[in-house]
């Protein structure tokens, strides 16, 4: 009886740590978030010499800026503030028109075994016409700012930014994201500068949530509208 009540308590306890691995696993098997593209590029990290005792008071490493370029970023990892101010207005207007028209007739004999066909049975007239027309309009505009950082600088003076800001709101996910090339001449001593300066710019701004489903047709009217023939 001891030996059988033991082998139960074994049994026991190695079903409760089979079943605490099965719960766990699947919390350990959970896929990284795939990488946007966007992620903010940190500094490369150097070790910082130490100091030579001079006896000075002045010290590079202590917040050091030089006169003629002040703070001004230029490094890999600084931030950036990109002036999102893009405006877009397009209009399109199509007409088309096209018409046809055309005849025939044949006159029968008046004499012989066909002089009894009627010249009004042998006319043939045919006419088609065609009338199209559409327009287009587009009007978007984005106000925003948004901080990036130097992701890549180059030897002829320009640098690639990128970077992005999430907002995490009750009725869903919103995010702008933003890439480009911009000459580190034009940033200005805020730090900032406009996004029409930026050469290759690549913005997003969308989301996720209750909204934007709101907003979607269902799949099931997509797949209608696909098949439609109308």
Not at 32 to 44: D, I, N, Q, R, Y
Not at 95 to 114: D, E, F, M, V, Y
Not at 166 to 191: C, H, K, P, T, Y
Not at 207 to 226: D, E, H, I, P, V
């Amino acid at each position: 009886m001891t030996v059988t009540r033991k082998y139960f308590r074994l049994s026991v306890t190695v079903a409760v740590a089979g079943l605490m691995a099965s719960a766990a696993t699947p919390a350990l098997a959970r896929k990284a978030p795939k990488p946007s593209g966007f992620e903010p590029t940190l500094p490369f990290e150097q070790p910082m010499p130490a100091p030579a005792a001079t006896g000075g008071i002045f010290n590079v490493s202590a917040g050091y800026a030089p006169l003629h370029t002040g703070t001004r970023a230029a490094r890999v990892g600084d931030p950036v503030t990109i002036l999102l101010i893009e405006t877009t207005t397009t209009a399109k207007s199509v007409t088309s028109r096209n018409q046809k028209s055309g005849g025939a007739s044949i006159l029968p004999p008046t004499a012989g075994p066909l002089s009894f066909l009627n010249p009004d049975a042998l006319k043939a007239s045919s006419n088609s016409s065609f009338n199209g027309g559409g327009n287009a309009a587009q009007t978007s505009t984005l106000a925003s700012t948004l901080s990036v950082t130097i992701a890549e600088v180059r030897a002829n003076g320009t640098a690639l930014v990128k970077g992005e800001k999430q907002m995490l709101l009750s009725q869903g996910d919103e995010w702008v994201r933003f890439s480009g090339i911009i000459r580190l001449a034009d940033i200005d001593l805020e730090n900032q500068i406009l996004s029409s300066r930026v050469a290759d710019a690549r913005i997003e701004y969308t989301g996720k949530g209750a909204l934007q489903r709101s907003s979607k047709q269902g799949w099931l009217g997509q797949f209608f509208n696909l098949i439609s023939p109308f």
